[in-house]
Nanobody, 119 residues
């Protein structure tokens, strides 16, 4: 069973930083495209950033130049470094692992970690 466990959320003041981590177990981490998504109350879940198996990254416009996604295949972990945080970054942040193999889609989500940006 593939499991994703996020950590690192919390309360931070505007302009502050946090680093989220997501540890994957139960499968070969390096095969998966990894992503971070977020969902604020009353809003749809949205993409924050993704990183491919080869290390290529993609970011939502709202977080470009502030957030950095990275992965450590040796530790089965994906990170999201968040700098210059704004109140509008407040949301539950979710880790996603996905891959396709022989026409089958494998898609897993973590339970989320809350990030609150407030003074």
């Amino acid at each position: 069973q593939v499991q994703l466990v996020e950590s690192g959320g919390g309360l931070v003041q505007p302009g502050g930083s946090l680093r989220l981590s997501c540890v994957v177990s139960g499968s070969i981490f390096s095969l998966y495209v990894m992503g971070w998504y977020r969902q604020a109350p009353g809003k749809q879940r949205e993409l924050v950033a993704t990183i491919t198996t080869g290390g290529n990254t993609n970011y939502a416009d709202s977080v470009k130049d502030r957030f950095t996604i990275s992965r450590d295949n040796a530790k089965n972990t994906v990170y999201l470094q968040m700098n210059s945080l704004k109140p509008e970054d407040t949301a539950g942040y979710y880790c996603r692992a996905s891959r396709t193999s022989w026409g089958s889609i494998y898609d897993y989500w973590g339970q989320g970690t809350q990030v609150t940006v407030s003074s």
